[in-house]
């Protein structure tokens, strides 16, 4: 049974917006560092964004910064990923995850222990 679940991907035409949500189930994100990753066809996952826990701040891909906001909702055990002006090479299936509880500040993909099944993203014209 998934942990995390994303929904509010789709197809947008190039600089428009969606808002991905990662809602968490059986656990609380709260304490944990909370990512997004992407992976698009032929290429390596990437990440995205990430919050750390207990208010340890944000950091994003170079390629996002500006464009991208993550944001957690710990009332609704949720954490969000804004995305505005949305580019062609954003098109991906974007992938929540998640540590376990006041383990690792890392954002990277080795730290995360929960990881959702992903949501597609695409940007055409």
């Known amino acids: 049974q998934s942990r995390l679940v994303e929904s509010g991907g789709g197809e947008v035409h190039p600089g428009g917006s969606l808002k991905l949500s990662c809602a968490a189930s059986l656990i609380t994100l709260d304490g944990r560092t909370v990512a997004w990753f992407r992976q698009a066809p032929g290429k390596e996952r990437e990440g995205v964004a990430c919050?750390?826990?207990?208010?340890?701040?944000?950091t994003y891909a170079d390629s996002v910064k500006g464009r991208f906001t993550i944001l957690a909702d710990i009332a609704m055990n949720t954490v969000i990923l804004e995305m505005n002006s949305l580019k062609p090479e954003d098109t991906a299936v974007y992938y929540c995850?998640?540590?376990?509880?006041?383990?690792?500040?890392?954002?990277?993909?080795?730290?995360?222990?929960?990881w959702g099944k992903g949501s597609q993203v695409t940007v055409s014209s």
């Open positions: 919050i750390s826990r207990s208010g340890g701040g944000t």
């Open positions: 995850a998640a540590t376990r509880p006041y383990g690792s500040r890392s954002c990277e993909d080795g730290a995360m222990i929960y």
